[in-house]
């Protein structure tokens, strides 16, 4: 990676495959902006279902998105998406109800036109704030939102220990199932872009995930 050349790290893969953690502290080592797009689609379903029930008149998924203000807030090294006014907390990111819904809403055309113009901003935004570059984690980022990314990875594991993560975190989640739905959408699906670096992790730490992105970085990869 050439020095002072603002850079975009694309970091895809299923359902608890290591993507918040390998993208957290790679922003750390390398001064880049964090951008967990999960938590996008995340927010958008708990609005979804926050209104469901509340709404009037026009119900559908056009009316729903054309109410919405997306911003940027800004914390430490990651960028939280605000929504209509207000970052959503983690929690309320993650209950059983949003692992339940999301990968439904996520699946819609409409709405991730929207979140792909909002996304595709980000790194104006880590520019401006001083970042060396963008590390957008999710599951279309090297394929669709970043096409041209400087790297992209693909992080795998086995589902036995992606289970297990999940369990540890004290979270109820069908990962299977978000998976399936996932990669078998027509829009954007889950999928390995040709040019990625495919990283299995099931048997690595998570510091051992990022020194080997780092020894990939170093060697040249991007440059
Ligand atoms: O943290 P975890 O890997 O379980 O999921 P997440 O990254 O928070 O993503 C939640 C859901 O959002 C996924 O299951 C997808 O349905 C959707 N998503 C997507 O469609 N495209 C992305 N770029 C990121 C997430």
């Known amino acids: 990676m050439s020095e002072n050349k603002f850079f975009v790290i694309a970091v895809d893969g299923g359902a608890a495959s290591g993507k918040s953690t390998t993208s957290r502290a790679l922003a750390e080592r390398l001064n880049l902006l964090h951008v967990d797009t999960g938590t996008h689609y995340r927010a958008l379903t708990l609005l979804f279902l926050n209104l469901r029930g509340k709404q009037t008149g026009d119900n ?78 999710g599951r279309d980022i090297g394929t669709v939102i970043f096409p041209n990314a400087d790297l992209k ?24 199932k978000r998976d399936k739905i996932d990669s078998s959408r027509k829009t954007a699906p889950l999928a390995c872009a040709e040019d990625a670096e495919i990283i299995d992790n099931s048997d690595l730490t998570p510091e051992e995930v990022v020194d080997r992105i780092c020894a990939f970085i170093e060697n040249g990869a991007g440059s």
């Open 60 to 137: 559908s998924i056009a009316d729903f998105l054309g109410k919405i203000e997306l911003e940027t807030s800004l914390s430490g090294r990651a960028a939280l998406l605000k929504i209509n006014g207000r970052v959503p907390a983690d929690g309320e990111l993650r209950s059983p109800e949003v692992n339940a819904m999301v990968s439904h809403l996520a699946a819609m055309p409409k709405l991730r036109e929207l979140l792909k113009s909002y996304q595709r901003s980000l790194p104006e935004i880590a520019r401006q704030n001083g970042f060396a570059g963008l590390v957008m984690e």
């Open 153 to 176: 990875f693909f992080l795998q594991a086995d589902v036995k220990t992606r289970v297990k993560r999940r369990a540890d975190e004290g979270l109820q989640d069908s990962i299977a």
